[in-house]
């Protein structure tokens, strides 16, 4: 289930926090379980190519990363790093035994945010680990408050817009699935004529948290799209996933069971479109116009229905 952002402020999210630890020593990798492995989820990578296709797959929280390593030395991995938009705000903490102001000022030029010199002293290790993830989270924080539909507490659509071509990018470059959901609400206009706009405004803060509490991975996103309409984005999920969220969707809305008695159906339902990358795509765009035109098929086909197909 995925929480609102408002909800988010009360959580502490830092034992939930992923670390990725590069280094191709196992002492070391026994060293940095010891000292961080009972407070975060971490994990590990042998060389500087692992690293980058690691953090292009998985997005980790924090990286700390070696220098010295075959095939790609941490200099370079952080650099490829850092040319990958959605990484970017990454923390990258530099652990080397090279001692020397140039070692210390490549950390620094190939976008690392910290540096520290091996052997390492666990509080200093503990303590900086913690303070930048500190910051990240704040900052993480931060963005999503600027991104919060007031009404519905879902994301809003300039939040949706600055994500999408992020996530289309990253699907197309790693080769794996990416899947939108455009869902309005069936009727509303009539449902906001007889009920009142603050009824109307009850009706859509309960159909956004529902359609939340659908989203089962951290990456899938609700935003509001406008008026009474939803979009969601759904990383690696191909188009039989989304038929599955779809079908949980319209679902969760009936059983809400809001009285709508100037509907057909005589409560609140939802008309979903859903698009999946198919691999041909010349930009987010177009998955987005042609998760748009399956919801218009799905309203043209009598609402309540899922891309044009009318259930019973």
């Not at 289930?1 to 191709?24: C, H, Y």
């Not at 959901?181 to 009920?195: C, H, P, S, T, V």
């Not at 008695?261 to 479109?273: A, N, R, Y």
Request: net charge negative; glycine share 6%.
């Amino acid at each position: 289930m995925q929480p609102t952002i408002s909800e988010s402020l009360n959580q502490k999210p830092l034992s939930e926090a992923r670390i990725l630890v590069v280094d191709d020593d196992a002492i070391n990798q026994e060293m940095y379980r010891s000292m961080l492995a009972d407070k975060y989820k971490v994990f590990y990578c042998e060389n500087g190519q692992e690293a980058v296709e690691f953090c292009a797959r998985h997005r980790p929280d924090l990286v700390i990363m070696d220098v010295e390593m075959p095939e790609m030395d941490g200099w370079t991995a952080s650099k490829k790093i850092r040319e990958i938009p959605e990484l970017n705000e990454i923390p990258i903490l530099f652990s080397t035994a090279v001692d020397s102001t140039n070692a210390e000022l490549n950390c620094w030029e190939s976008g690392g945010s910290d540096f520290m010199q091996k052997p390492l002293n666990r509080v200093t290790l503990v303590n900086r680990v913690r303070t930048h993830l500190t910051l990240k989270m704040h900052s993480d924080l931060l963005k999503k408050l600027a991104f919060l539909d007031g009404l519905t507490q879902q994301y809003n659509r300039r939040y949706f817009e600055e994500c999408i071509p992020k996530e289309f990018a990253l699907a197309m470059r790693n080769k794996t699935a990416l899947s939108l959901l455009m869902i309005d609400i069936d009727f509303f206009k009539a449902y906001n004529d007889r009920y009142g706009h603050l009824k109307g405004d009850d009706c859509l803060r309960l159909v956004a948290k529902v359609i939340g509490k659908c989203m089962s991975r951290p990456t899938d996103i609700v935003a509001r799209y406008g008026g009474e309409e939803f979009v969601c984005v759904l990383p690696q999920t191909d188009n039989k996933g989304a038929a599955d969220m779809s079908y949980t969707i319209r679902e969760a809305v009936l059983d809400l069971n809001i009285l709508h008695e100037d509907s057909e159906f005589g409560q609140i339902t939802v008309s979903i479109g859903m698009a999946s990358i198919s691999g041909y795509e010349s930009g987010y765009f177009e998955l987005l116009s042609k998760a748009d035109a399956q919801l218009y098929q799905a309203k043209d086909s009598g609402r309540n229905c899922i891309s044009g197909l009318r259930l019973k």
